[in-house]
């Protein structure tokens, strides 16, 4: 991350030295998130998909490299209510959404996906909010967990947001300056 002995975001540190800030191709409908960056992963619409970069640490947390890469397709993003996944509770934020995933390991190592605590909802009003939730997994296999080459698991995740539309960003700790992924939630 910003590393000058990693290939990549050593490319996308040339290409934003001689580029604008808006370089990247977003989908016009999407609003850039302020904290949005020229190294920030892929953006997803529901029914595509993106690639991302999982990283390791040595044994003390530093030296950061890509251990492999992590393919997410947006499968469906709905809005629901409680009722509707056999709850009584309201959203604390506004808006339950059951998002569908698969998340498939594209690369040559293992790799961890963990949603709970890294994915945050946002729009041009609202600044980036926690959007798991402890109602976790949907229908579905559970997403969160370590795959190996080849392997892939699809799942839905309760999330709550602010309102309908907006984005959700995935983090991890080794990403936290960039989003590793961004989707783009529909607006109805």
């Given at each position: 991350?910003?590393?000058?002995?990693?290939?990549?975001?050593?490319s996308s540190t040339k290409a934003a030295a001689s580029e604008p800030a808006a370089e990247p191709v977003v989908?016009?409908?999407?609003?850039?998130?302020?904290?949005?960056?020229?190294?920030?992963?892929?953006?997803?619409?529901?029914?595509?998909?993106?690639?991302?970069?999982?990283?390791?640490?040595?044994?003390?947390?530093?030296?950061?490299?890509?251990?492999?890469?992590?393919?997410?397709?947006?499968?469906?993003?709905?809005?629901?209510?409680?009722?509707?996944?056999?709850?009584?509770?309201?959203?604390?934020?506004?808006?339950?959404?059951?998002?569908?995933?698969?998340?498939?390991?594209?690369?040559?190592?293992e790799g961890e996906f963990a949603a709970y605590g890294m994915m945050k909802w946002e729009d041009a009003e609202?600044?980036?909010?926690?959007?798991?939730?402890?109602?976790?997994?949907?229908?579905?296999?559970?997403?969160?967990?370590?795959?190996?080459?080849?392997?892939?698991?699809?799942?839905?995740?309760?999330?709550?947001?602010?309102?309908?539309?907006?984005?959700?960003?995935?983090?991890?700790?080794?990403?936290?300056?960039?989003?590793?992924?961004?989707?783009?939630?529909?607006?109805?």
């Amino acid at each position: 991350m910003g590393c000058s002995s990693e290939p990549e975001p050593e490319s996308s540190t040339k290409a934003a030295a001689s580029e604008p800030a808006a370089e990247p191709v977003v989908d016009e409908t999407l609003e850039p998130s302020p904290s949005a960056s020229a190294s920030a992963g892929p953006v997803i619409k529901v029914g595509g998909e993106g690639t991302y970069d999982v990283y390791e640490t040595d044994e003390y947390g530093e030296n950061p490299k890509v251990a492999t890469q992590l393919e997410v397709t947006v499968k469906a993003a709905e809005y629901v209510t409680p009722a509707e996944i056999d709850k009584t509770n309201e959203p604390e934020h506004g808006q339950f959404l059951r998002l569908t995933i698969t998340v498939k390991n594209v690369g040559k190592g293992e790799g961890e996906f963990a949603a709970y605590g890294m994915m945050k909802w946002e729009d041009a009003e609202t600044a980036a909010q926690e959007a798991t939730t402890l109602e976790g997994v949907g229908e579905g296999q559970d997403v969160d967990t370590t795959y190996k080459p080849g392997q892939s698991v699809t799942g839905s995740l309760i999330l709550d947001v602010g309102a309908k539309g907006g984005t959700l960003s995935y983090t991890s700790s080794l990403t936290a300056d960039a989003p590793a992924f961004t989707i783009t939630l529909p607006k109805s």
